[in-house]
């Protein structure tokens, strides 16, 4: 099969678009402002025709996730430079107490693999029975948690943009 890189994800489909994978072309006419021309195009592929590449090996793998209905997932990430020291210190004191409170709360958190940022939150939250911390993950990975999680806490833009396409609140 082709290998590529997910250019695009179309949750509401169950489809991706993939680099170089599943290109049509597109013939345009000629107009008066315009010469013909002939466009390539990558048209999404649904999911369920595309695995998941393992880096350790490149072999093609399958993922399935399943997500405990019954448990409330929060998502939560942190990596802005800003926040570098005392902010990191401070935003895992506040995870650190909301998890001690709400322990019916599942608190999963995709670590920045910058040390300013990992050493501060392994050091304060990885005992926490209820939180559970994670390597960085795929984008599609991601996008999989953001649409299951109940709540996401975060100092990045882009994700405060996507995560209303999936009604969580941020």
Same mark, same amino acid.
């Given at each position: 099969?082709?290998? &590529?890189?997910?250019i695009? !994800?179309?949750?509401?489909? $169950?489809? !991706?678009?993939? =680099?170089?994978?599943?290109?049509?072309?597109?013939? =345009?006419?000629?107009?008066?402002?315009?010469?013909?021309?002939? $466009?390539? #195009?990558?048209?999404? *592929?649904? *999911?369920?025709?595309?695995? +998941?590449?393992?880096p350790?090996?490149?072999?093609?793998?399958?993922?399935?996730?399943?997500i405990?209905?019954?448990?409330? #997932?929060?998502? !939560?990430?942190?990596? =802005?430079?800003?926040?570098? &020291? &005392?902010?990191?210190e401070?935003i895992?004191?506040?995870i650190?107490?909301?998890?001690?409170? +709400?322990?019916?709360?599942?608190?999963?958190?995709?670590?920045?693999?910058?040390?300013?940022? /990992? $050493?501060?939150?392994?050091?304060?939250?990885?005992?926490?029975?209820? *939180?559970?911390?994670?390597?960085?993950? /795929? +984008?599609? $990975?991601? !996008?999989?948690?953001?649409?299951?999680?109940?709540? *996401?806490?975060?100092?990045?833009g882009?994700?405060?943009?996507?995560?209303?396409?999936? &009604?969580?609140?941020?």
């Amino acid at each position: 099969g082709k290998s &590529g890189e997910i250019i695009e !994800v179309l949750k509401s489909m $169950d489809k !991706v678009k993939v =680099r170089g994978v599943n290109i049509v072309k597109k013939h =345009r006419k000629p107009t008066q402002e315009n010469p013909g021309k002939i $466009d390539e #195009i990558e048209l999404p *592929i649904h *999911i369920s025709n595309v695995a +998941y590449l393992d880096p350790k090996n490149s072999k093609p793998t399958r993922i399935k996730y399943e997500i405990n209905k019954k448990e409330k #997932i929060v998502l !939560v990430t942190c990596h =802005r430079r800003e926040n570098y &020291g &005392g902010g990191f210190e401070e935003i895992c004191d506040s995870i650190l107490e909301l998890a001690n409170d +709400y322990k019916n709360l599942r608190f999963i958190f995709p670590v920045h693999l910058n040390p300013a940022v /990992s $050493d501060i939150v392994h050091k304060k939250l990885s005992k926490i029975a209820n *939180i559970n911390l994670l390597e960085p993950l /795929s +984008y599609i $990975d991601f !996008v999989f948690l953001m649409k299951h999680s109940w709540l *996401i806490l975060t100092d990045s833009g882009g994700i405060q943009e996507e995560a209303p396409t999936f &009604g969580t609140p941020v």
